[in-house]
């Protein structure tokens, strides 16, 4: 079974461009969620996507947006970066709602210059 | 919102020597769960904890959720190069599968 696959794994951008990454959860799962990870703030929850529809959503700014597919793949977009976006930007997916255990992408790394 | 403390912050042990990190909460959890993240890696799931008081173990590592549910522990005995990484604790907070980390310990073993 394969697991969540994260593109791309590297990119450079700079202030004021925008930038999208993709994540394929693991088949059958319907649970998509996205953290960021840097070093000073630790893993933050984005927003987290179930069947197409947002259901749970951290405390970022509107400039990070997301959406689901039907088959389940989910992006995520930041708009208008800032250096503070650069991070390492990780997709888990999830069995089902409130399951527990996710499974983690190798992540998306976002350099902004 | 939903905080967790996690101490301490960084470990250096021999190998051979035994590890543990804790987690604690100001508030009732409803359950604990444990990532460990190799360098350069991802988050990748260990086990999760729901009832007061339980233990579980896995090979060298032995999980354990507080009485009150507050806090947890992660104990590694004779820790090895493999062990190498940062341990997390994470709950469940708001629903569905949106998960609290924890800051996380991170462990370097030496030879």
């Known amino acids: 079974k394969a697991g969540v696959t994260q593109t791309p794994r590297y990119l450079i951008k700079t202030r004021g461009q925008q930038v999208t990454l993709s994540c394929s959860p693991i088949s059958g799962h319907r649970s998509v969620s996205w953290y960021q990870q840097t070093p000073g703030q630790g893993l933050q929850f984005l927003f987290e996507y179930f069947s197409e529809t947002q259901r749970n959503k951290g405390n970022f700014p509107g400039r990070f947006s997301g959406r689901q597919f039907s088959n389940s793949r989910s992006e995520m977009n930041v708009s208008t970066l800032e250096l503070g976006d650069s991070a390492l930007y990780l997709c888990a997916s999830s069995g089902g709602w409130g399951t527990g255990e996710l499974f983690f992408g190798e992540g998306s790394r976002l350099t902004v210059l | 919102g939903q905080q967790v403390m996690q101490i301490p912050q960084y470990q250096h042990v021999q190998e051979g020597e035994d590890f543990t990190t804790y987690c604690n909460s100001s508030t009732t959890l409803s359950n604990i769960q444990w990532y460990k993240q190799r360098p350069g890696g991802h988050p990748v799931f260990l086990i999760q904890l729901v009832k007061s008081g339980e233990v579980k173990k896995q090979k060298r590592l032995t999980f354990q959720f507080g009485e009150a549910k507050k806090n947890s522990s992660l104990h590694i005995t004779a820790t090895q190069t493999t062990d190498v990484g940062t341990y997390f604790c994470?709950?469940?907070?708001?629903?569905?599968?949106?998960?609290?980390f924890g800051t996380g310990t991170q462990l370097k073993v030496e030879l």
């Open positions: 994470a709950v469940i907070t708001g629903g569905g599968n949106k998960l609290t």
